[in-house]
């Protein structure tokens, strides 16, 4: 797939939860999110934290190629208000816009499946005007999550 072809590529969403995701598509998200937040970022923590089981998982696929991932929480399943995380755009398919077609479904999926508006999240500092583009607001000092800078934000 050549360059080109990407940034024309729709993306093909699908949302799941954990109990409807089938082995192979558990494989494809589980190897992104290890390859990006433990190899890439040299983050010798355990990805999978129990949290899975609660989170529907939105899975942005082109062709049979998951190239975007993140989890979606109701209030109180992670933080008091409802939560996107684990956002994540594959190496090879970042600059072409994907992150940003990411976060949009990935709210208006909060909005209307989970009827949620107020939305927390816990965001890698270097992605502070990634998220604020989508009207996240900073609300805490940096702190580190798994020896990472980290900021909690919000949207209402």
Partial sequence: MDKTTRMTDTIRWQIDR?????????????????????????????????????ALHLQGYIGETLVAYCRLFKRGDYFEEASIGRVI??????????????????????ESLLNETKI??????????????HGFIQTTEPYLEDDIPHIQMKRN
């Fill in 89 to 110: 755009v594959a190496r090879d398919f970042r600059k072409y816009g994907y992150g940003h077609q990411l976060m949009e479904k990935a709210i208006e999926l909060e």
């Fill in 18 to 54: 954990f109990e409807d995701l089938d082995i192979y598509k558990l494989y494809k998200l589980l190897h992104l999110r290890a390859d990006v937040f433990v190899v890439e970022q040299n983050c010798p923590y355990l990805d999978v934290d129990n949290k899975d089981y609660k």
């Fill in 120 to 133: 927390t999240i816990s965001g890698q500092l270097y992605l502070k005007a990634f998220y604020e583009y």
